[in-house]
């Protein structure tokens, strides 16, 4: 099984660490490519950077079906373009935010959402309407710090992180939290040692709902909404 995993932005270092969270827990055989949307935005951060980012996002979909992908990963907690993604793709096309909030509401009765800047709050909020999910998601909060900080060493994003993630406990009464960036992949083992509730990260369980659609052998519906776009 070859599951594919994009970077809808352009930053390398992000695709990096995106791809090495999918491995940890990925099934033995599986095969896990990471892409990076060459020429899109160094991070998405806003309904602008969404659609910049949605024609560089399509071409790797469509490159990477071409290459024999099973399934796709869509690794934007803002799940940029995902019906789009879907239309073009035959295979699964999963969203880590669509998988994050869900795996949530498995394991939990109420979580939170912890982001990074202040303006994806709305943004995320309107996802988790849209998922079904409002009446289990206590609150989707900020941690007031720009994507890229997670990249840079010696930056206190990660123990901004955390401590949002206590308020969340304290104020919410949320019994789980879910990263609401992909570039917090690699922060959910440290996480959740130091908060003592589940924290989730949406590019682990994506990586395990695409082997577990593939392995069922389901693909994209193309009857309706998800049907192949018309050429013009």
């Given at each position: ?27 033995p ?21 969404e659609?910049?980012c949605?024609?560089?996002l ?8 071409e ?34 909030v869900k ?12 982001t ?53 406990i ?16 690699d ?21 395990k ?6 392995g069922a052998g389901?693909?994209?519906?193309k009857s ?9």
């Open positions: 099984m070859k599951l594919v995993v994009i970077n809808p932005n352009s930053t390398v270092s992000m695709t990096e660490k995106i791809v090495a969270a999918a491995r940890a827990v990925a099934a055989g599986v095969e896990i490519e990471g892409r990076t949307a060459a020429g899109a935005p160094a991070s998405i951060q806003g309904h602008h950077d659609v910049m949605a024609p560089h399509l071409r790797e979909v469509r490159e990477a079906e290459a024999g992908a099973d399934a796709i990963v869509l690794a934007c907690f803002d799940d940029p373009a995902l019906g789009a993604c879907r239309e073009v793709a035959t295979g699964p096309v999963i969203g880590i935010c669509e998988a994050g795996a949530a509401s498995m394991i939990a009765t109420s979580f939170s959402v912890v990074t800047l202040p303006r994806s709050v709305p943004v995320i909020e309107d996802l988790v309407r849209g998922y079904g999910l409002a009446h289990r998601c206590r609150r989707v909060r900020s941690a007031a710090i720009p994507v890229l900080a997670l990249e840079e060493p010696g930056s206190d994003a990660r123990a901004r992180v955390r401590d949002e993630i206590l308020r969340a304290e104020e919410d009464g949320c019994e789980a939290v879910v990263l609401g960036c992909a570039g917090m992949a922060l959910v083992a440290w996480l959740s040692e130091e908060t003592g509730i589940p924290v989730i990260d949406g590019v682990a369980v994506a990586t709902f695409a082997e577990a659609l593939v389901l693909r994209t519906s309706g909404a998800y049907a192949q776009p018309e050429t013009h």
